[in-house]
C-alpha cells in the first residue's frame, strides 16, 4: 500500500497527464466529470459503510439473544420423562 503523500502525487501525475494537450473547456468537463465519479463512489462507499455496520449489529444482537437463550435454557430445572 502506498503512503497518503505518495498517492497525492500519482494522482497529480495522472493530472497533469491526462490534462496534457486538452484546452480549457475540456479540461473542465473532465474535471466535472471525475468530481462526480469521486463524488458517486463516495455515496457508494458511505452506504456500504451503514449497511455492513447495520449487519455486525445485526449479527451481535442474535448472538447476544442466543447465548441468553443457551443460559435461560441451561438454568431450567430438567423435566421429567412422561412414559
Do not use: H, Y
Not at 494522482?11 to 473547456?25: C, E, P, R, T, Y
Not at 474535471?31 to 455515496?43: E, P
Not at 449489529?57 to 435461560?72: G, Q, V
Amino acid at each position: 500500500m502506498i503512503s497518503p503523500e505518495q498517492l497525492i502525487m500519482f494522482v497529480d501525475v495522472m493530472a497533469i497527464q491526462l490534462g496534457q494537450g486538452k484546452n480549457a473547456d475540456q479540461l473542465a468537463v473532465m474535471g466535472c466529470v471525475l468530481n462526480q465519479l469521486g463524488d458517486a463512489l463516495s455515496t457508494m462507499g458511505a452506504q456500504k459503510g451503514v449497511i455492513e455496520k447495520q449487519a455486525k449489529i445485526r449479527l451481535e444482537a442474535c448472538a447476544k439473544a442466543n447465548e441468553l437463550k443457551k443460559k435461560t435454557t441451561a438454568s431450567e430445572p430438567k423435566k421429567a420423562a412422561v412414559p
